[in-house]
């Protein structure tokens, strides 16, 4: 089974507007962490956000702000007034405690396209 | 100083070649990555060091090598690479391996290796 699942492998979005990337995943690791990256076309992972499986609050970080239901197992990330320099990859991450110690998975993808 | 730098940024080698990636870290991570990055996909885990020693090698062919001197740098080492190898080389750090409530991967710029 797929670990992080991105279902939007492209999403558009006109300029100042409110956009949603989804993001699902699945793990039995009661303390696990999600990020969200972008990767412009520069290549650069640049982290955006992290919310632990135990805080009470959806993080936010800027025009940034992660839905997550822990319930429904998704960790959505919102971006708010689009600019066209958010126009990027968007990858979704998860963090789980193996054997070995910490466990990276990350997700297929979004791909966000801007408009102005 | 929360920077991951990674030389060459671009990278052109024939499959006879010998040649090495270096990724370099200040900011007293004992957990250091490799993963390769194909276009339009998500980066693929490759090597994973833990205080200096390898913890984790997601089955990669021998024709790459990782090496890590010393806390802060980790290379990886490539000889007789084929043309399917062409891809974006990622270095990352983290804290640790521990399960640790955050733990976020910092990442490089990316190298951009194409194997003629």
């Known amino acids: 089974a797929q670990k992080i699942t991105q279902t939007q492998p492209g999403m558009f979005v006109q300029e100042k507007e409110a956009v949603t990337l989804d993001c699902t995943y699945d793990?039995?690791?009661?303390?696990?962490?999600l990020f969200w990256y972008k990767q412009p076309s520069s290549g650069e992972m640049i982290f955006l956000i992290y919310?632990?499986?135990?805080?009470?609050q959806n993080a936010t970080e800027g025009r940034y702000s992660l839905n997550f239901q822990k319930a429904r197992k998704s960790a959505n990330l919102v971006i708010s007034a689009s600019q066209l320099g958010d126009s990027a990859m968007y990858f979704c991450?998860?963090?789980?405690?193996?054997?070995?110690?910490?466990?990276?998975?990350f997700g297929t993808g979004t791909s966000l396209t801007v408009i102005p | 100083d929360t920077e991951v730098t990674q030389t060459p940024k671009h990278l052109v080698m024939g499959m006879t070649n010998k040649k090495s990636l270096k990724c370099e870290q200040h900011m007293g991570h004992r957990a250091m990555y490799w993963y390769k990055q194909k276009a339009k996909k998500p980066p693929e885990l490759m090597f994973v060091?833990?205080?200096?020693?390898?913890?984790i090698n997601e089955s990669v062919p021998s024709r790459f090598s990782p090496e890590c001197p010393n806390s802060s740098l980790l290379n990886l080492h490539l000889h007789a690479l084929q043309p399917e190898d062409s891809a974006l080389y990622l270095c990352a750090s983290s804290q640790g391996l521990t399960a640790s409530s955050y733990n976020e991967q910092f990442f490089g710029p990316g190298t951009r290796l194409t194997v003629l």
């Open positions: 793990t039995s690791d009661p303390s696990y962490g």
């Open positions: 991450a998860m963090r789980e405690v193996t054997n070995t110690g910490n466990q990276f998975y």
């Open positions: 060091y833990s205080y200096e020693k390898l913890s």
């Open positions: 919310q632990g499986s135990y805080d009470q």
